[in-house]
């Protein structure tokens, strides 16, 4: 059973490019979670998804930030027009119903 | 103030102490987890917890629900139990998002 599945490993964008992250949960998850961890930071939550819908997206940033999570394929957390302050590891993790948190590898971005 | 504080924020040791990582929370909880995270590596989900003691090898996690309060001991530690520590709890009602310590960096030296 393979664990959470994150790609890239590593992404590297210019300002004003569009950053797409991947996440396949675990076998038999159907909840997904995205957080960021910013250079020198803790980990901060970001959205909390189920099949085809977000259930909570507090943690998003209003603007350049979406996620998804299709009835078919991986979830998709998006950033468009990124800027430097976007750098960060975003790690994703999924869960079934109320039980642990499975963490994935992290997608680590830089913007140049 | 975090909803949720640990201690130490560093802490070093010589191989084979014991070890023990503090986490309070101030907010109703579901459960709580304890996280590891080596230096530029993937985070690893430890233990979760939503009452007395679980046991994994080295590992042992305690929580007090009464009084918000969970630790981590680690028994006979190593180098490569180097690492951050973070405890994150999870809120009760319809999300599940983690509230995140600020993280213990724990370095074992030989």
């Known amino acids: 059973n393979a664990g959470v599945m994150q790609n890239p490993r590593h992404l590297v964008r210019r300002r004003g490019q569009e950053a797409r992250l991947r996440c396949s949960p675990m076998?038999?998850?159907?909840?997904v979670y995205w957080y960021r961890q910013l250079p020198e930071e803790g980990l901060k939550f970001m959205v909390y998804l189920q099949k085809e819908n977000i259930i909570d997206e507090s943690g998003m940033p209003k603007e350049r930030f979406s996620a998804e999570f299709p009835k078919e394929g991986p979830s998709i957390l998006r950033i468009q027009q990124v800027v430097r302050g976007d750098s960060a590891a975003y790690f994703c993790a999924s869960s079934s119903t109320n039980t642990q948190q499975f963490f994935g590898p992290g997608t680590r971005l830089t913007v140049l | 103030k975090n909803e949720v504080e640990q201690s130490p924020q560093n802490l070093t040791a010589q191989e084979g102490e014991f070890i023990t990582i503090n986490c309070s929370y101030s907010v109703g909880i579901s459960a709580l987890h304890w996280l590891q995270q080596h230096p530029g590596g993937g985070i690893v989900s430890l233990f979760m917890?939503?009452?007395g003691k679980k046991k994994h090898g080295r590992l042992i996690a305690t929580i007090n629900i009464q009084e918000k309060h969970s630790s981590l001991h680690i028994t006979a530690s190593h180098p490569r139990d180097s690492a951050v520590y973070t405890c994150?709890?999870?809120?009760?009602?319809?999300?599940?998002?983690?509230?995140f310590g600020t993280g213990t960096l724990l370095a074992v030296q030989p």
């Open positions: 994150a709890v999870l809120g009760g009602g319809a999300t599940n998002k983690l509230i």
């Open positions: 917890l939503s009452s």
């Open positions: 076998k038999g998850h159907s909840h």
